[in-house]
């Protein structure tokens, strides 16, 4: 059966530093890969996805980048954090066409900036 | 039902009713739909999804309707449990477009 895992869980990180998140999925090849941002109270918003190693799609402008460096590796990155990146970071896989068939997600990695 | 704001819409029922989560998405052009229960925590968790050549499908509890006509879709969990505590989110994806557009959720509370 296919695993998603999201690390760190928590981070408190201060403004101005880097960030590097990481989510590897297990039990399936050539997924797509995808980081969403969920603020408090709000729906999911689409950060990147990947549909093969090395291929990024930016859905919103922002500090964040993603890079794919491995089939089953995902990592978002930043070089320096704002304020504004704290949040609920969620990791998710799919298989087939991107956003046709179900997403499935990790358990997050809540960022705070301070 | 979905809206957007930072207060998330609440659904409190007794243990063993039937809950009924209620969702209006935007684009009559949206062909794909899928809930999600998101316990606090945790990533969002897959129920069930729903094309849109399709009015009903039918999972382990749980039934999803969709009316194309009104742009509403709804969630309907048989026999509630304390389990089914959780915030419930619909999403929609429009052929060819490059995204899932969730709702906010809707926080259903089970009351033993």
């Known amino acids: 059966s296919q695993t998603i895992h999201q690390w760190p869980a928590t981070l408190v990180q201060p403004v101005g530093s880097p960030l590097s998140l990481e989510c590897t999925v297990e039990?399936?090849?050539?997924?797509?890969l995808y980081w969403y941002r969920q603020a408090a109270g709000r729906g999911l918003q689409l950060l990147f996805y990947?549909?093969?190693?090395?291929?990024i799609s930016s859905e919103v402008p922002q500090n964040l980048s993603a890079s794919r460096p491995q089939d089953r590796q995902f990592i978002l990155s930043s070089k320096k954090l704002l304020l504004s990146d704290s949040g609920f970071y969620l990791c998710a896989w799919s298989v087939g066409v991107p956003f046709t068939s179900p997403l499935h997600f990790g358990n997050g990695t809540r960022l705070t900036v301070t | 039902g979905e809206s957007v704001g930072l207060h998330l819409p609440t659904l409190s029922v007794q243990e063993g009713d039937n809950s009924i989560i209620n969702c209006a998405y935007s684009n009559s052009a949206s062909d794909y739909f899928i809930w999600y229960k998101q316990e606090s925590g945790k990533g969002p968790q897959f129920i069930i999804d729903?094309?849109?050549?399709?009015d009903k499908r039918q999972g382990q509890r749980v039934t999803v309707l969709l009316n194309k006509t009104v742009k509403h879709l709804s969630l309907q969990i048989a026999a509630t449990q304390p389990g089914d505590s959780a915030v419930y989110f619909c999403a929609e994806n429009m052929a060819g477009a490059n995204n899932l557009f969730f709702g906010t959720g809707t926080r259903l509370t089970v009351i033993p």
């Open positions: 990947s549909v093969g190693i090395g291929q």
């Open positions: 729903i094309r849109s050549n399709m």
């Open positions: 039990g399936t090849s050539n997924p797509n």
